[in-house]
């Protein structure tokens, strides 16, 4: 049964948080990463200072040493096919389903493939940011479909106006809130991750302490006196 107008309304309602909300994940994982390596240099800096000459073999800035899983999961993945399509003879690339695709998410596919490949975009009066987030969009759900994360390939879809009448809407309710649930879920625990408390706690130098004597502890490095962290926290304010 075809969504009514107001089920497609609510469901875009929900996807539009969900797009709110990613942005919002993606610049505090961005700055997470800066407090991450203002860390990173404080300890590097005690490292020095103990003529410590062994090699960790890790990265500046490797989040691992303080936090598991603060990366953004969003899907990367480049264009396969250069070649030009006109506006009446697109076919959506091909792409490997699987056996237990199920069709209304391969008739999405192909729905958002349309509004949404490189190839497309030329014939649709777009805005340059609006054709950037289709590209996006584009290598974002080619990579679901193959993942077979519907969850989120239902919300590219309504971003698009690319609707499911195959499912009810409160199934495609329930997935789009469940897609939301997982970004702003992501954004708890980077405010929950020591990177994020040292930073945004930047006045409370016991706590600033703490995390740094966690740090030095798991890098299995000796802690300097009291006093020169202290001394390290204040030069560091007037830099």
């Known amino acids: 049964m075809p969504l009514t107008k107001r089920q497609k309304r609510r469901l875009l309602e929900v996807s539009k948080m969900i797009e709110s909300s990613i942005?919002?994940?993606?610049?505090?994982?961005?700055?997470?990463?800066?407090?991450?390596?203002?860390?990173?240099?404080?300890i590097n800096k005690i490292r020095q200072d103990k003529a410590e000459t062994k090699q960790s073999g890790q990265s500046s800035t490797d989040l691992s040493l303080y936090e598991e899983n603060i990366l953004s999961d969003s899907q990367k993945t480049?264009?396969?096919?250069?070649?030009?399509?006109?506006?009446?003879?697109?076919?959506?690339?091909?792409?490997?389903?699987?056996?237990?695709?199920p069709e209304w998410a391969k008739r999405l596919w192909k729905g958002i493939a349309k509004k949404c490949h490189p190839d497309r975009l030329s014939f649709q009066e777009l805005t340059a940011i609006e054709i950037a987030r289709r590209q996006t969009w584009f290598l974002e759900a080619r990579a679901l479909y193959e993942n077979q994360s519907w969850d989120k390939l239902l919300h590219i879809g309504i971003q698009v106006g690319e609707f499911v009448d195959e499912?009810?809407?409160?199934?495609?309710l329930n997935m789009v809130n469940n897609e939301y649930s997982r970004v702003t879920t992501k954004v708890h625990q980077i405010q929950e991750s020591l990177a994020w408390k040292w930073g945004t706690h930047w006045d409370d130098t016991n706590l600033r302490?703490?995390?740094?004597?966690?740090?030095?502890q798991r890098q299995n490095i000796q802690a300097p006196p009291r006093i020169e962290l202290i001394k390290i926290l204040a030069n560091l304010e007037i830099d």
């Open 23 to 42: 942005v919002v994940r993606d610049d505090m994982e961005e700055i997470q990463l800066e407090y991450a390596a203002e860390i990173d240099e404080i």
């Open 209 to 216: 302490l703490n995390i740094l004597l966690a740090c030095l």
């Open 78 to 101: 480049e264009s396969s096919t250069n070649e030009h399509q006109s506006e009446t003879n697109f076919e959506p690339p091909e792409i490997n389903d699987g056996p237990e695709a």
């Open 167 to 172: 499912l009810s809407a409160k199934q495609q």
